[in-house]
């Protein structure tokens, strides 16, 4: 399922509305020279694809696989203390790829253009408690759509969380930073939740109907999760008198997933210099104006190539949010020509490394836990 971009107008037809403070010098006619640019930019990574980056992606699903097979074997002898270690480690380490930079990024298209029935949006199911589709509605269709829109991007708290200052207080957003902590081990299933819409039933806007059918697949795909990691990984263990141990170790490493998973996502638009954007301020949004709302509402990590490996490359969150579709090996390329893109153009442009991006969005929850 590739993203398609909603853009409201064609370029040249921007209506009159108050775009954000950070873009606010830029005139319409700099607006639409800037989207042509990003638009050449992206043409430029599309007509370069080829071997070299299907042999990236195949490489690094071979390394996950491997990686989770040796972890599961380990983990048959997971009563000794070094297997144990060793196997919670592997497979800690082939959830994370897996979910960041092949299951995330396959699910966004960025490989549909090697026509592999096996890497391909439409058929790939990851190893999140989520079913793929389920996200792809929320993720994909919804949020890189609406990024940062207060009320279009649910997003934006997740739900759960108040993450701006336009969402209404409660009383119940006291419990902020608690709720923050308590999701981050059981990520998956937060998300899993969220991704039914719940809300969404209860006002109206989603039928019975589709509820139920988003029930039955998430169901259906609790059932594979757990079979595979808290029923045979840890009988087969038994065997050798490793069953608890196994059973603790997958748990473990599910968990340890989560809580990586939760700290990159969180530092994709709630560190300090990502904006929110209203309603009022999309209204007869064009090309120019929708890359600008990717940009300032998104946030990078800087870091090692190790580092952008193990957050799927959403360690450029910008150039994803600008750019979903493009395989993430090309990120890292394309982020040196955006940065100097939005120099030129005098629009902020996020980064900083993992800590100091990690402590800014758990500031802003424990900020607004507060009226």
Known sequence: MTIVTPFLLDSGQHAETARPSAAAHLSDAQIEELGRELDALRESVIATRGAKDAAYIRRVIATQRSLELAGRATLLLAKHKPAWVAGTGMLTIAKILENMEIGHNVLHGQWDWMRDPDIHSTTWEWDFVTPSRAWQHTHNDLHHTWTNVVGKDRDVGY??????????????????????????????????????????????????????????????????????????????????????QALAATLTANAARNVWAHAVIFCGHFPAGADTFTEEQIEGETRG??????????????????????????????????????????????????REICARYELPYTTGPLPKQVASAWAKVFRLALP
Request: charged share 25%.
């Open 159 to 244: 739900t759960i969380l108040r993450m701006d200052e336009d969402q209404e207080w409660t009383p119940r957003n006291l419990g902020n930073p608690i709720y923050n902590a308590l999701l981050a081990p059981v990520f998956e299933w937060g998300i899993a939740i969220y991704d039914l819409e719940l809300d969404e039933y209860r006002e109206g806007r989603k039928s019975k109907a589709e509820l139920v059918q988003g029930l039955k697949a998430f169901g259906a795909k609790f059932l594979k999760q757990a079979a595979k990691d808290y029923v045979a990984t840890p009988a087969a263990a038994m065997l050798a008198g490793s069953g608890k």
């Open 289 to 338: 104006d929708w890359y600008v709302r990717q940009m300032i509402g998104s946030a990078n990590i800087s870091g090692s190539k190790l580092m952008h490996l193990m957050t799927g490359n959403l360690s450029f969150q910008i150039e994803h949010h600008l750019f979903p579709d493009l395989p993430s090996n090309r990120y890292a390329e394309v982020a040196v020509k955006v």
